[in-house]
């Protein structure tokens, strides 16, 4: 792999060029097949940075500990992690100020505003842990994470360039970068 080496962690079916992408399912372009949860196989302290997109929400609580650590593991000391997150509080606010549109649900789905609520924090079931800024923060500093910032759609705390590519979901997301 070509330096810098970028993971993009929990690509799906949508593998991104120039990156080392991983997923549980093998696909066309994916190169590395393993679920976070047990550990994938990259070599520990080789990835220079890695992003994973709307991924952490699909483990359940007590297994991302363990996710976070993985992902640590494979950066390099000082190595850069950014995650987008869909954002709970968010939510919760749109709810409360009776914003139907902010949702992504249709009504045959749900048509009551709190259903709607329900249905996209869970996202039909597939939601483990819902996440907001103050979770992730914690979740990563307890981890061992260092510097743990908030960062906008399209922006960087790192000095990498092309960290916030994949960024995605902006109306529904929160993004978090934070040092190995």
Request: overall charge negative.
């Amino acid at each position: 792999m070509p330096s810098p080496i970028r993971l993009n962690v929990g690509c799906g079916p949508a593998p991104a060029p120039g990156w080392l992408n991983a997923d549980r399912q093998p696909a066309d372009g994916v190169d590395v097949v393993g679920d976070l949860r047990i550990g994938l196989p990259v070599t520990s302290a080789s990835v220079d940075y890695a992003v994973a997109m709307h991924l952490l929400q699909d483990i359940a609580w007590d297994e991302l500990p363990g996710a976070v650590a993985e992902l640590r593991r494979m950066l390099k000391p000082g190595g850069v992690l950014r995650l987008g997150l869909p954002d709970l509080d968010r939510a919760i606010d749109a709810y409360r100020g009776g914003d139907a549109g902010y949702f992504f649900v249709p009504d045959e789905h749900a048509r009551d505003l709190g259903a709607k609520l329900v249905t996209q924090i869970i996202w039909y079931g597939s939601v483990r842990t819902p996440f907001n800024w103050g979770f992730a923060r914690e979740l990563l500093e307890t981890g061992g994470w260092h510097e743990v910032r908030r960062c906008a759609f399209g922006h960087s705390a790192s000095v990498w360039p092309g960290i916030t590519s994949l960024d995605n979901r902006e109306r529904e997301s929160f993004y978090v970068e934070a040092l190995a």
